[in-house]
């Protein structure tokens, strides 16, 4: 969140304007007196400017800004001169009648004026600021987020990377492969291709360092992957694909789903002599969209775990993204097993600038 600027920053943006102040009056009084007018003078009006800085808040700035905008910080600029000098007024009388004892006022017309005038330039002066203090203040949490995000998009990268090119993995799909040759030379030349695709996808993630690709190119990577996890586990990996083809112009970070296919087969699939079913689907629902899977193995334990290092990651990475309109559940499926649904807008642009 936001915040407004340091009340230290703003007393300090003041003392500049109460030297000056205070240098002109002390042409006519003396120094102590002069010093007291110019505090008087500017202490309504800083006061007053403390409300101003919560403006940008309620009023944001935006590229869409129309008459309206500026029409109601012309209204909160008389306002404000209005009340900020009327207390100045005040506050000036109420002193030189307790020093002095007169009742006649301390300042002419024109002078009043004139400090009206310099009043609505505080409030511009304020507004300014604050808009500007805003508008920085978000450029750095943004960077910071961009920051935070390429980092966690890196170790995504690295995670996958590493799976991909485990000993394990390549040992066992080039062990496949050769199993293959003699008595299915075909399914071995298949397996090597979705092996060549999914090093490939994951190297040209890593090399173009995106944010974002498709929904079809995510998923013809899961798909190669779990082909090769297919040929590996033979018939003890049982697929069920599905997916709504108005989504695959969608745009998702890369690797949204390979954790969740890797954590499925693991847990559901190679621990158990039967093997296990893995079900993948894409929906759209309304503006949302959502990616699931699941599988038919053990399910959850009566006490989750908090998830391994490529799950936090993953709600990390939706986190920051989506600025935490995206989420990552699991639960445990009908008829057992475990479903782990990933919820995130179809339109990243729609998302709210952050507060």
Request: glycine share 8%.
């Amino acid at each position: 969140m936001q915040r407004r600027p340091p009340l230290v920053h703003y007393a300090a943006a003041w003392l500049p304007l109460a030297i000056v102040y205070g240098a002109l009056y002390a042409t006519a009084m003396p120094p102590a007196t002069a010093a007291r007018a110019a505090l008087l003078t500017l202490l309504p009006y800083a006061i007053l400017g403390l409300a101003v800085l919560a403006v940008p808040r309620h009023l944001p700035w935006h590229e869409g800004r129309g008459a309206g905008f500026f029409l109601f910080h012309l209204l909160l600029t008389l306002a404000f001169t209005a009340v900020g000098t009327g207390a100045m007024l005040g506050l000036r009388t109420l002193e030189w009648r307790l020093v002095t004892g007169s009742a006649a006022l301390p300042f002419e017309r024109l002078n009043v004026a004139w400090q009206a005038v310099v009043g609505g330039l505080f409030y511009l002066a304020i507004a300014g600021g604050a808009y500007a203090w805003r508008h920085a203040a978000r450029l750095r949490a943004e960077e910071a987020r961009a920051g935070r995000a390429d980092a966690l998009r890196a170790r995504a990268e690295l995670a996958v990377l590493r799976s991909q090119l485990n000993p394990h993995f390549l040992l066992n799909t080039l062990h496949t492969a050769l199993g293959l040759v003699s008595r299915d030379p075909a399914a071995a030349e298949r397996a090597l291709e979705r092996l060549g695709e999914v090093l490939h996808y994951g190297l040209r993630m890593h090399r173009e360092a995106l944010d974002q690709v498709t929904l079809a190119d995510e998923w013809a990577f899961v798909r190669s992957y779990l082909d090769i996890e297919s040929l590996r586990f033979e018939g003890r990996l049982r697929l069920r694909l599905e997916s709504d083809p108005r989504t695959m112009d969608a745009l998702v970070p890369p690797f949204v789903l390979q954790p969740l296919v890797e954590n499925a087969v693991v847990h559901a699939v190679a621990p158990r002599r039967t093997g296990g079913t893995v079900a993948v689907a894409a929906r759209r629902r309304g503006a949302r969209l959502e990616l699931e899977v699941s599988d038919d193995g053990p399910g959850l334990p009566p006490v989750p775990p908090p998830g391994g290092l490529g799950l936090r990651t993953l709600r990390e990475r939706l986190a920051l993204l989506y600025a935490g309109d995206a989420r990552l559940t699991l639960a445990s499926a009908e008829g057992g097993g475990l479903r782990a649904t990933i919820d995130l807008p179809l339109d990243r642009d729609a998302l709210a600038e952050p507060a």
